[in-house]
């Protein structure tokens, strides 16, 4: 019983984090007058940074 309520505090703690940055970013476009998006297949608009070639990088330094 105690991990279902454990489980159920981290959940909620969840929940208020992203409806607060739902919030807060809502907040931000509305001050900047944009329009407001909500994604929910992703909330926090995190996106996956992977390290690029080095070759890669040479070849658009060079080309710039």
Same mark, same amino acid.
Request: glycine fraction near 6%.
């Given at each position: 019983?105690?991990?279902?309520?454990?489980?159920?505090?981290?959940?909620?703690?969840? *929940?208020?984090?992203?409806?607060? @940055?739902?919030?807060?970013? $809502?907040?931000? &476009?509305?001050?900047?007058?944009?329009?407001?998006?909500?994604?929910?297949?992703?909330?926090?608009? *995190?996106?996956?940074?992977?390290? @690029?070639?080095?070759?890669? $990088?040479?070849? &658009?330094?060079?080309?710039?």
């Amino acid at each position: 019983m105690d991990s279902l309520s454990n489980f159920l505090a981290f959940l909620r703690i969840a *929940l208020i984090l992203v409806v607060g @940055g739902w919030a807060f970013k $809502a907040c931000i &476009s509305l001050i900047r007058g944009e329009k407001i998006e909500l994604n929910f297949l992703n909330p926090l608009n *995190l996106k996956a940074r992977w390290p @690029g070639d080095k070759t890669d $990088a040479k070849d &658009s330094e060079t080309s710039s």
